[in-house]
C-alpha cells in the first residue's frame, strides 16, 4: 500500500512543478494513474474504512448493525486470546522465516548452476508451489493421520506421533508445512538474484585463491543482500495472512495451540457471530502488516539508490 | 516515434478496459448460486455424504417431475463448512430460497433478524401435515410460540455404539455405570485396542460426551438453568463434576490416540470402530446407517452393537434420558420471491417425507419424524436398532436438544472451543465451567 502512495506521489511531483516539455507531458499522463487508484479505492480504501466502522459497531453478521462505542476495543483487547493469538502469529512468522530462508537460499543457490540434472531437480523443487493451499493441507492431513496415515502404511513407528493433536507438534508441523509450500517461490527469487550476479566476480576470485565457500560468503550473499530483503518482506508479511492451510490443517487447534491472529479473527466473525470484534482483529492485523512492511523498507538501508555492480 | 506512440495507445485502451471487465466478472460472481434461478425454482442448501445425500436428490428428482413448473436446485455441502457458509450468506441476503438446519438458537438469531418466515399460519392452514409429524419435534422449530421451520428427516438420538466382536474377544458386556466404563478402558487398553473412538477436531463430537454426562450427573435441569440464561448457570457443581469425569477418561487414555486431529466429516471415527481398531464410539444415531453403507458387512453381519449411555453412581438424571437431535429442520428465506416461497412450500407439502422417502429412511437404519411408522420400522431388518433409536427418541422423559443448537451462535462457538481445551487438559473443570458462566446471555 504504502508503495502505491509513494510512487503515485513521485510521479504527481514533477507534473505540478515542473514546466516545459516534460512537464505537459507528465501532466497528460497523469489520469492513467486512474485505473489503479480505482482498483485501490475500491478494493482497499472502502473495505478498510468500513471494517474500522464495524470495529466501533455491535453486528452478529445477520441482523441490523449497532453502535457499540469502544466496548469491542476494550473487550478484545482485555482478551487473553488476542496476546495468545498474536505471540502464536509472530513466533510462526519467526519460525517460518529461519527455516525457509537458509533452505531456499542454497536451493537457489544450486539451482542456478547450468547443469543439465541441476534444471530437471529445479522442476521438481517447483511442484509444491503449484498446489493450492487447502489440498496440501488435506493431503498432508491425510498423510499425517495416526490411525489411517503413512506411518502406519509404511509401518514407520517413528512416523506415528500425533502430530496435528499435541499442541507443541502440530505448531511445528504448521511451520514444516508453510516451508513446503513457500520454499519453491523463494527458491525461485534467489535463483534469479544468483543468476544476475556477474561471472566475472568468481573468475576474480578463483584467480585469487578463493575456493566455493569462501566465494559464498564473500560474493554470493553480499551480492544477494536486496533478493534477501525482498523475500523477507514477502516471507514476514506474508505469515500474517496464513489462513487457508492453518484453517484446513488444524482449525487453530488443538485447544488454541495454532489459532494465529487472521484465524482468530475468523473465528470470532464467521463462527461466533461477532463482526465488531473481529472488526478490531482485522485493525490490528492492518496496523501490525504497515509497521512491519515500513521497517523491512528501511532494513534497505541509505544506500538504496546505490548500485551493487559499481566499478563493473 | 510512431512505434512507441502505437504501443502506448493500445496499452491506455487496454487499461481504461480492464476495470469494466473486471467489473462484469464481479457483477457475474456476487449473483451466487443462492438467489435467483429461472422459472420460478427454489433455491436449498443440503448436507453432503450417504446416505442423506442421495435421499435427498431422489425426492427432488421426484417431485421435480411431477411438478415441471416448480424446480428445485439443490447444492450439497460438507457438514462443518455449511454451518458457517449458510450464516454468512444470510447475512449477506444471498441465501438460498430453503435454509437447511437444526432449529434451536441458529434459528432465533435468523427468526429474530427477519430472515425466515414465520409459518405458523401456514402450520394452521395444513392441519394434516402439522399433525404428520411427532409434536415434540415442533420445540426447536419454535421461536417465542411462532413456528418458522418444517421439521423433517429423522430423530437423531446420541447412541453408544461398540463393537462386538471385540467385547466377545475379551469377555466382557457393554457398560452399564461409570465405573464400568473406566474398567472396559483399562480392559480394552491391555488388549491394544483404542475404548473409544472420537473424532475430537469436530469438537461436537466431543460436545456430546459432556450433554450425556451432565444429564447422567446432575437431571436436565441444569442445562435447562443454562438454556435460559439464569444466573451462575454454568457454576452448578454437576458442570464441574461432568468435566472432571471427561478429564479422569482423557487421563486413562480412553480415548484413541490423535483423537484430537481426527474430524468427522472424514469418517475415520466411525471406520476406527468398524475396522475393530476401537471398541466403542458415543456418536449420532445417523452414523448407523454410515456404517452400513461404508463398513463392508459390519452392520449386516451383526457386529455392530448399540447401548444407553451409562449412569453414574449417585447422578439424579434418568438413565432413559436421551441426547441429540430432536429433528432437522427447513426454513423458508424472507428474502425469497414470491413463487420461490410457494414453490418451497409446495416441497415441504409434497415432496418431504413421502411414503418413498420415509422407506428409504427406515432401510438406511434411521427413525423418520412421522406418527404411525411402527409398522414398518418391525419389519425392517434393523428393527432392533430403529426400535432402539425410536424408543430412546418417543419415550425419554427428557431428550435435550444438542447444546450447540440450542445455544445461540456466540455461546456455541465458545462452548466448542472450551470443550476443546478441556479433553486437551489445557483448562481445569472449575476454569471450564467459568468460562463458560461468562457466556450466558451472549
Same mark, same amino acid.
Do not use: H
Given at each position: 500500500m504504502s508503495n502505491a502512495v509513494s510512487t503515485a506521489r513521485r510521479t504527481a511531483a514533477p507534473a505540478k512543478t515542473g514546466g516545459g516539455h516534460s512537464g505537459q507531458r507528465n501532466a497528460g499522463l497523469a489520469w492513467l494513474t486512474l485505473p489503479a487508484l480505482f482498483f485501490f479505492l475500491v478494493f482497499a480504501v472502502v473495505p478498510l474504512a468500513g471494517v474500522l466502522i464495524l470495529s466501533f459497531s455491535s453486528w452478529d453478521g445477520i441482523g441490523a448493525i449497532g453502535a457499540a462505542g469502544m466496548s469491542n476495543w476494550f473487550s478484545v483487547l482485555a482478551d487473553p486470546g488476542l496476546y495468545n493469538a498474536l505471540g502464536l502469529t509472530f513466533l510462526i512468522m519467526i519460525a517460518s522465516w529461519l527455516v525457509q530462508t537458509p533452505i531456499s537460499l542454497l536451493l537457489g543457490v544450486f539451482t542456478a548452476g547450468s547443469q543439465r540434472y541441476r534444471a530437471a531437480l529445479a522442476v521438481l523443487y517447483f511442484l509444491p508451489l503449484l498446489l493450492s493451499s487447502a489440498a496440501v493441507a488435506i493431503a498432508f492431513k491425510a498423510l499425517l493421520d495416526p490411525n489411517f496415515g503413512l506411518a502406519t502404511g509404511l509401518g514407520l513407528p517413528f512416523l506415528a506421533q500425533d502430530w496435528l493433536g499435541v499442541p507443541h507438534l502440530?505448531?511445528?508441523?504448521?511451520?514444516?508445512?508453510i516451508a513446503w509450500q513457500f520454499v519453491p517461490f523463494h527458491t525461485l527469487i534467489y535463483q534469479g538474484g544468483v543468476r544476475q550476479i556477474p561471472k566475472s566476480l568468481y573468475e576474480a576470485a578463483e584467480i585469487d585463491g578463493a575456493g566455493t565457500i569462501k566465494q559464498f560468503f564473500h560474493i554470493t550473499l553480499p551480492q544477494l543482500k536486496y533478493t534477501i530483503i525482498t523475500s523477507s518482506t514477502l516471507m514476514v508479511v506474508g505469515s500474517l495472512t496464513y489462513f487457508d492451510l492453518i484453517f484446513v490443517l488444524t482449525g487453530g487447534g488443538p485447544g488454541n495451540s495454532t489459532r494465529i491472529l487472521a484465524l482468530d479473527m475468523y473465528l470470532r466473525g464467521f463462527r461466533a457471530n461477532l463482526m465488531g470484534p473481529a472488526s478490531v482483529i482485522a485493525v490490528i492485523l492492518v496496523l501490525i502488516g504497515l509497521a512491519l512492511a515500513l521497517f523491512l523498507q528501511r532494513l534497505g538501508g541509505k544506500d538504496k539508490q546505490g548500485s551493487q555492480l559499481e566499478g563493473m | 516515434m510512431k512505434q512507441p506512440q502505437t504501443s502506448r495507445r493500445s496499452f491506455l485502451a487496454l487499461a481504461a478496459l480492464t476495470?469494466?471487465?473486471?467489473?462484469?466478472?464481479?457483477?457475474?460472481?456476487?449473483?451466487?448460486p443462492g438467489t435467483s434461478s429461472a422459472g420460478g425454482g427454489a433455491s436449498m442448501w443440503y448436507l453432503s455424504g450417504e446416505p442423506n445425500e442421495t435421499t435427498m436428490q431422489k425426492a427432488v428428482d421426484t417431485f421435480t417431475s411431477a411438478n415441471p413448473d416448480n424446480k428445485i436446485e439443490v447444492t450439497y455441502f460438507q457438514n462443518d463448512a455449511y454451518k458457517t457458509k449458510i450464516k454468512t450468506a444470510i447475512g449477506a441476503g444471498q441465501a438460498p430460497t430453503i435454509i437447511y438446519g437444526w432449529g434451536g438458537g441458529t434459528l432465533k438469531t435468523y427468526a429474530e433478524a427477519g430472515q425466515v418466515d414465520d409459518l405458523t399460519s401456514w402450520f394452521d392452514e395444513n392441519p394434516d401435515l402439522k399433525k404428520k409429524f411427532f409434536p415434540a419435534s415442533f420445540g426447536a422449530a419454535t421461536v417465542n410460540g411462532k413456528i418458522y421451520a418444517l421439521p423433517n428427516q429423522y430423530v437423531a438420538p446420541i447412541v453408544l455404539f461398540y463393537n462386538k466382536e471385540l467385547f466377545e474377544k475379551a469377555g466382557v458386556q457393554p457398560p452399564k455405570t461409570w465405573d464400568d466404563v473406566m474398567?472396559?478402558? @483399562?480392559?480394552?487398553?491391555?488388549?491394544?485396542?483404542?475404548?473409544?473412538?472420537?473424532?475430537?477436531?469436530?469438537?461436537?463430537?466431543s460436545m456430546m460426551w459432556l450433554e450425556y454426562l451432565l444429564d447422567r450427573i446432575g437431571g436436565p435441569a441444569v442445562?435447562?438453568?443454562?438454556?435460559?440464561? @439464569?444466573?451462575?448457570?454454568?457454576l452448578d457443581p454437576a458442570v464441574v463434576e461432568t468435566g472432571a469425569k471427561i478429564q479422569e477418561l482423557v487421563s486413562a487414555e480412553g480415548f484413541i490416540k490423535g483423537f484430537s486431529s481426527i474430524t468427522a466429516d472424514s469418517n475415520a471415527d466411525q471406520a476406527l470402530l468398524f475396522t475393530g481398531k476401537a471398541a466403542m464410539m458415543l456418536h449420532g444415531s445417523w452414523t448407523y446407517g454410515a456404517m452400513k453403507k461404508n463398513g463392508q458387512n459390519f452392520v449386516q453381519d451383526g457386529k455392530l452393537g448399540f447401548a444407553q449411555f451409562p449412569t453414574v453412581p449417585g447422578g439424579k438424571g434418568?438413565? @432413559?434420558?436421551?441426547?441429540?437431535?430432536?429433528?432437522?429442520?427447513?426454513s423458508i428465506s424472507s428474502k425469497a420471491t414470491d413463487t420461490e416461497k410457494e414453490t418451497a412450500k409446495k416441497f415441504f407439502k409434497e415432496g418431504i417425507l413421502t411414503e418413498t422417502v420415509i422407506d428409504?429412511?427406515?432401510?438406511?437404519?434411521?427413525?423418520?419424524?412421522?406418527?404411525?411408522?411402527?409398522?414398518?420400522?418391525?419389519?425392517?431388518?434393523? @428393527?432392533?436398532?430403529l426400535n432402539f433409536a425410536y424408543d430412546l427418541a418417543k419415550n425419554a422423559p427428557s431428550f435435550q436438544q444438542s447444546w450447540d443448537q440450542a445455544l445461540s451462535p456466540t455461546a456455541a462457538e465458545a462452548l466448542l472451543n472450551n470443550i476443546d481445551q478441556l479433553f486437551l487438559k489445557s483448562i481445569t473443570p472449575q476454569q471450564f465451567a467459568e468460562n463458560m458462566n461468562g457466556t450466558l446471555g451472549k
Open positions: 502440530a505448531l511445528g508441523l504448521v511451520v514444516f508445512v | 476495470p469494466f471487465a473486471a467489473m462484469t466478472a464481479t457483477a457475474c460472481g456476487t449473483s451466487g474398567s472396559l478402558v @483399562k480392559t480394552f487398553n491391555d488388549m491394544g485396542v483404542a475404548p473409544f473412538s472420537l473424532g475430537g477436531q469436530s469438537r461436537w463430537t442445562f435447562t438453568a443454562i438454556f435460559e440464561g @439464569k444466573a451462575n448457570a454454568w434418568d438413565p @432413559k434420558n436421551g441426547v441429540g437431535n430432536p429433528a432437522q429442520y427447513m428409504t429412511y427406515i432401510n438406511s437404519g434411521s427413525v423418520p419424524i412421522v406418527n404411525g411408522i411402527e409398522d414398518k420400522l418391525n419389519t425392517s431388518p434393523d @428393527k432392533d436398532f
